[in-house]
C-alpha cells in the first residue's frame, strides 16, 4: 500500500499540469468556459486575453456592476436578458461556425479595466471585430452600446449584435424558455375570477338590473361631465384664485376659463335642479294629500326659480355681455 502512495503522490504534479494545459485556441477554450452560462465572466487577465489581437474571432463583452453596494439597477435588471441572448446564441451556434464569445465583466473583477477604458457608469456593452481572417476590420477599435434609452430586452441586442457580423454569418434567434409560472397564476385567476363570478351572481344580478343604481350612476355621470370635469383634468385649472384684494374668486370670467370649484358648484346647481325636476315629475304627484301636494308644488318651483335664477347670473359673471336675468339673482 506504501508504494501506491508514493505513486499518487509522484503523479499529482503531473495531472495539475493537464488540468491546466489550454488547448492553445482561444475561441475553443472560452466557447468552453460559456457553455453553462452563455456569458463567459471575466476578469481583468481573462478580459485582455479575450481582447488582445491577433484575433480571428468576434467579441461581445458586456461590462456591468451587479453588487447591490453600487445601486446599479439596470445593471440588475439587463443581466437576465443578457445570460438569455448568450445561451440562445451558443444553443443556435452549436459548431461555433460564427466565431462569436459573449463575455460578462464585473466591475469588482475588472477594476483596472474599469479604469483603463475611463468608464464612469455601467452597463456598457463593447463589440470588438476580428483583427485577422475574412471578416477582419481595419479599426480595431471596439463599437461601444450605451444604454442611453434604459433596459433593453435580449431581442434588442440581438438586432445590434447581428449589425455588427457579416451578411451571411449565422444569427441564431432567441429562445425564451416556456413561462410555466404565469401560465399558472393567469389560469388560477381565471378560474377564480369564474368561480366567484358563479357563487356572487345571486347576489350581484339584482343589483347590476337595479334601474335606479344606473339612474344615479348616470345622472352623476352627465352632472361631472357637463359641468366641466375632463376640462379640468385636460387644462390643469387651478382650484380658486385670488382677487388681489384679500379675497378668492370662485368663478373665471371668460368661457375658455375654469377653476376647479367654479365646476363643483355648478355640478350641484344642475343635481339640485335635476333633482326639483324629478321630484315634481314623478314623487308630487303620487301624494294623496291634497294640501301637501300643493305645498309640495310651491316648494320645489320654488327651489327651480332661486337655483335658475342662480344660474343665470353665475352666466351673466362669465359672459359680461349676456343681458337677460330672473329674481331673485
Known sequence: MRWLQVLTASLLPFTALAAKKSSG??????????????????DDNSYAQLTKAPRDYSVAVLLTALETR?????????????????KSWLKGD??????????????VDGKNTFQSLMLQTAPILLYFHPTVGPNAKVDAQPVRFDFTNGPQSAE?????VSRQLPADAPKPAVHRPFNWVKIVSVSTGILGAVTFLAVAAPYLVPILQNRNLWAAFSLIAVLLFT????????????????????GMNYFAGGFSNQFGLESQIVAAMYGVLSFATISLALKVPRIADARAQQ?????????????YSFL????????GGYQFWLPPF
Open 295 to 307: 305645498i309640495a308644488v310651491f316648494l320645489w318651483s320654488g327651489v327651480l326659480l332661486c337655483m
Open 70 to 86: 453600487f445601486g446599479c439597477k439596470l445593471c440588475q435588471e439587463f443581466q437576465p436578458e443578457w445570460e438569455l441572448l448568450g
Open 227 to 246: 359641468s366641466g370635469h375632463m376640462f379640468n383634468h385636460i387644462r390643469k385649472v387651478p382650484y380658486v384664485q385670488g382677487d388681489g384684494k384679500g
Open 312 to 319: 343665470l347670473s353665475v352666466f351673466r359673471m362669465k359672459n
Open 25 to 42: 485556441d482561444r475561441f475553443s477554450d472560452f466557447r468552453a468556459k460559456s457553455s453553462s452560462s452563455g456569458a463567459v465572466k471575466l
Open 156 to 160: 434588442q441586442i440581438h438586432s445590434w
Open 94 to 107: 452549436k459548431s461555433g461556425a460564427g466565431r462569436q464569445i459573449f463575455g460578462t465583466l464585473d466591475f
